[in-house]
């Protein structure tokens, strides 16, 4: 079975706000076996226009798992916390095996 990943890329727009996101996305990571991969850190452009200010990636046993997840009441409530604070472009993505 391939490996599952979630990436995103976050444009913050309202940081005191988005802690709240980051304790309940923290927990519903956490509860669904994901290993966070990149969360935040420095990123260079090096091909293209794209220059994105936050970047998380979380790999999960399966595709599966990372849908489960995301389609989840715990991360429902993450998503929730989040509204209006952040502008988010998220994507799962099958792993090579």
Not at 37 to 43: D, E, F, H, L, P
Not at 63 to 74: G, R
Request: glycine share 8%; net charge negative.
């Amino acid at each position: 079975m391939n490996p599952g990943y979630v990436i995103a890329y976050i444009e913050v727009t309202n940081p005191a706000q988005y802690e709240e996101y980051k304790k309940l996305s923290s927990a519903a990571i956490e509860q669904y076996g994901a290993q966070v991969c990149v969360r935040g850190g420095q990123t260079e452009p090096l091909e293209g226009d794209w220059n994105p200010t936050r970047v998380v990636v979380l790999k999960f046993a399966s595709f599966e798992q990372a849908k489960t997840f995301y389609h989840s009441p715990e991360y429902g409530r993450a998503r929730a916390a989040r509204a209006g604070a952040a502008v988010m472009n998220m994507i799962a993505v099958e792993g090579a095996a």
